[in-house]
């Protein structure tokens, strides 16, 4: 629990941090620096509780294999290389909104591909995270234009 709580955490700092970093200029380096760290620690990490001895090549399934080919073109390539081109070019809390809808995008994916069930609960559960966000982000709207508003009747006041 403190790992997914460490790594939740280390996320949001290290989104905040990229707004104002000396970052590569294409997403898909930035995303390639990514993963590279992200993979050497797992590795370690992998290597340090020794999963080596218990993992059998022979074991994985070819439904394993297609997963994972999914999980590395969609969820890591196209997926982190989007993600990572929007921190520098939108909002960070339009950005943070990645964290209610990828999950969607999976329950909706997860009934088309494997006939998953769309329960009442779960549709019920859908509609309000996307009526959040749509009013997260309107009300943002509106704050702006409101900031906005003020600043250009404070420079009519100061012009002479």
Do not use: H
Request: hydrophobic content about 55%; glycine content about 6%.
């Amino acid at each position: 629990m403190a790992a997914l709580l460490l790594a939740s955490l280390l996320w949001a700092l290290g989104s905040i941090y990229s707004k104002t970093a000396d970052l590569p200029k294409t997403a898909l380096m930035t995303t390639g620096a990514e993963m590279l760290t992200g993979g050497f620690a797992l590795l370690l990490v992998s290597a340090l509780s020794e999963q080596w001895g218990v993992f059998n090549l022979a074991q994985v399934s070819v439904n394993s294999w297609l997963a994972l080919a999914y999980l590395i073109v969609f969820g890591s390539m196209i997926g982190f290389a989007s993600y990572a081109w929007l921190l520098q070019n939108a909002p960070i809390p339009l950005v943070a909104t990645y964290a209610y809808v990828n999950p969607l995008v999976a329950v909706f994916l997860g009934n088309w591909f494997a006939n998953e069930p769309l329960t009442p609960r779960v549709l019920s559960a859908s509609v309000i995270i996307i009526g959040a966000i749509v009013f997260m982000n309107s009300a943002r709207g509106l704050t702006y234009k409101a900031c906005r508003g003020a600043r250009s009747e404070q420079m009519t006041d100061l012009t002479f």
